[in-house]
């Protein structure tokens, strides 16, 4: 193994050596070059001419080095992981839709029907909504309520509010109250 890394590190010294004095070679091409290249006291460069290699000029064949052996992988034999058996859950996880239309707010009955939605809300149960359910925002309340009152069914209704606030809690006591206000208007 000693021997081994002794000759790889040989023939990285080899390559370094050689390739120190390529670049020796071509520094020195460089700066021959760069002599015979005419600078601007030279006059205009015509750029349209074809641009011809100088004849003395001596083509290198550059060889590629000889490949260094790698060091070969060994195979290490794996067992194969055991699995674990999946248990079932203690208790049922419980999946919910994300809005389901069975709130008690749809089955409870609303009351004595109403041509305005603002007549069917107290001062108490506006400043409720207001604070809870609209955070604080008048001119929100205020608009919503015009907007469901424009509307024929509570179908139309509903879609409009759980697109308008889909963070709504549609089983807390606010969204109750608010909702059965739409329902003595809207069925």
């Known amino acids: 193994m000693e021997d081994n890394r002794k000759q790889i590190l040989s023939l990285i010294e080899e390559e370094i050596s ?5 670049l020796a070679s071509l520094e020195e091409k460089v ?22 290699a100088p004849a003395e000029a001596p ?35 419980e999946v919910k839709p994300k809005k389901t239309r069975a709130y008690k707010w749809m089955t409870d009955l609303p009351g004595v029907p109403v041509k305005n939605i603002r007549s069917a809300i107290s001062l108490y149960d506006r400043a409720l909504f207001i604070n809870t359910i609209f955070k604080e925002n008048y001119a ?11 509307m024929t069914s509570l179908d139309e209704a509903i879609s409009y509010i759980e697109a308008a606030f889909p963070d709504w809690n549609f089983s807390s006591d606010a969204v109750y109250g608010f909702m059965m206000a739409i329902r003595k208007k809207l069925g």
């Open 140 to 150: 929100l309340y205020d608009k919503t309520i015009s907007d469901l009152n424009a």
């Open 59 to 93: 083509v290198e064949i550059i060889e590629e080095p000889a490949p260094v052996e790698e060091p070969q992988p060994v195979e290490v034999p794996v067992e194969a992981p055991v699995e674990a058996p999946v248990e079932a859950p203690a208790e049922p996880v």
């Open 31 to 52: 700066i021959a070059l760069s002599a015979e290249i005419p600078t601007q006291d030279d006059g205009p460069i015509d750029l349209s001419a074809p641009i011809e």
């Open 18 to 22: 050689s390739l120190k004095s390529r």
